[in-house]
């Protein structure tokens, strides 16, 4: 390349350096006009002071001086314990689950504590909120919920926590919170019951040396929602409570109760259990005013009582977990149950008695009429043949009337030796037909009437429910 070329390049590389140059000197003055003006005395308008707090140029790191302290201790390390007030906001009482004994409840837990080394100049003293990035950062008391199955801290949209630093040090911790605890239920009385669970709240590594742990506001610390309702239960009260815990090994530490109380609805195991069972007993009742010969009606009604009852046993103790001591449901249920399997008995008792009573006036029939034969045999012996043959095999009322109907005066045209054996064979017949009459009346009179034994059932049977019902209903309610 010709030395002129060469030059010429070199200059035009040095226009462009130098024109970069003043541009970039041009564009610093412009941004920092501003600035000094603002500084200007004698400007007509004031501005309003910074606010550290609020100032871009300082991250969050270099305002609460992060970097330069250790907060995996506590504040106050080596110190007097350091307070931390709770407060909880209980959003809603989701479940109460008899089959596992435990609860689950939604919940705002709040902390209150002062850590100095997040102290920061602010000349307006505000706050300074943030989420849940910087927790990891700083120091926070380590509470859990003693008895807990699961929890978790809601993560919709972001993680639901909150996080309030004051300039004097001060810190609110603030998070949104599910748990399930385990709740030791009585179930004695059930349904007739009222429950008492408990949720507890404690720190996991600090004794009540390093870390203090109290109701922030006393019994107000604990609010709760109106609208908090159950389907099977009432809430009656919460309240708040604290003590000391004793760990063996670690020593103690501050323990937060929330308590509650809760009183079972009835009305839903009077339709599902008590009037259903009622209603089957006295179902098995009806059979006590069926003829006790109608033997396929008495013993299908008694089966389906007792067939019935069974599974409604079944279906309230599906639903209840197996405890060893009997419920109050069990007793109701139970001797129902005893009362229609009772009613089934009787009906054998009655029927077998029955069938012994109908043997015992088959035999006496039997005997009645071989004796009436051997009687009629031996008056007729003496008799002359036409009367032998016109009185021998069966006879009627017709007939006993018929010879009802001889006069003294047609005997006394006969010799003495006969009227004397037509009037025995008169006198035969006619007792004869007298006992046959009382014998089918008296039949009769045993098919028409109901045993003693139901006569009985139909009064005893109600009235010692009724008893059972009066003394069940004045002990559990």
Not at 39 to 46: I, V
Not at 126 to 135: A, E, H, N, P, Y
Request: proline share 4%; hydrophobic share 40%; glycine share 4%.
């Amino acid at each position: 390349m010709p030395p002129f070329y060469t030059r010429f390049l070199l200059l035009l590389l040095c226009l462009l350096v130098i024109g970069d140059c003043r541009k970039h000197r041009s564009r610093k003055k412009r941004w920092s006009a501003p600035a000094t003006e603002a500084h200007k005395p004698g400007t007509p308008l004031a501005k309003k002071p910074l606010d550290g707090t609020k100032s871009r140029k300082l991250k969050t790191s270099h305002l609460l001086r992060i970097d330069e302290h250790d907060f995996t201790m506590r504040p106050a390390f080596a110190g007097p314990a350091v307070p931390v007030g709770v407060d909880v906001q209980v959003e809603s009482l989701d479940s109460i689950s008899e089959v596992d004994m435990d609860f689950t409840m939604t919940l705002y837990l709040r902390h209150y504590w002062k850590d100095e080394r997040l102290a920061f100049p602010s000349s307006t003293n505000k706050s300074m909120t943030f989420d849940g990035r910087l927790v990891k950062k700083i120091w926070v008391p380590d509470v859990f919920f003693v008895h807990s199955k699961r929890s978790f801290i809601h993560d919709t949209t972001t993680d639901n926590i909150m996080l309030r630093v004051y300039p004097d040090g001060h810190v609110l911790y603030s998070l949104r919170v599910t748990v399930t605890a385990a709740c030791n239920m009585d179930f004695s009385r059930f349904p007739l019951d009222s429950q008492t669970c408990t949720l507890e709240l404690e720190s996991y590594a600090y004794t009540d040396e390093d870390l203090m742990l109290y109701w922030k506001s006393g019994d107000e610390s604990l609010s709760t929602d109106d609208r908090i309702s159950l389907s099977q239960f009432l809430i009656q009260k919460f309240h708040t409570s604290s003590r000391l815990a004793f760990y063996s090994s670690t020593g103690w530490y501050n323990r937060l109760y929330i308590n509650f109380t809760l009183r079972r609805h009835i009305f839903f195991f009077l339709l599902q259990t008590y009037f259903p069972a009622t209603l089957m007993v006295m179902l098995s009742w009806v059979s006590f005013w069926i003829d006790r010969r109608a033997v396929p009606a008495r013993v299908s009604l008694g089966i389906t009582t007792v067939l019935t009852m069974s599974t409604i046993i079944t279906g309230v103790n599906a639903s209840m977990p197996r405890v060893s001591y009997i419920k109050a449901v069990d007793i109701y249920l139970w001797v129902s149950f005893v009362f229609v399997f009772l009613s089934v008995l009787e009906y054998a008792a009655v029927n077998y008695l029955t069938t012994l009573r109908d043997g015992k006036d088959r035999k006496l029939r039997e005997t009645a009429r071989e004796q009436s034969q051997s009687q009629t045999l031996a008056c007729s012996c003496g008799m002359s043949h036409t009367r032998t043959m016109m009185l021998d095999g069966t006879y009627s009322e017709a007939d006993v009337n018929s010879l009802a109907g001889y006069t003294h005066a047609s005997m006394a045209a006969e010799d003495s030796s006969e009227k004397q054996e037509r009037m025995v064979v008169h006198l035969s017949i006619d007792n004869e037909s007298t006992g046959t009459k009382k014998k089918s009346n008296r039949s009769f009179r045993i098919i028409q009437n109901t045993h003693t034994i139901d006569t009985y059932s139909r009064m005893i049977f109600p009235g010692s429910y009724i008893l059972f019902n009066l003394i069940y209903w004045c002990v559990y309610c």
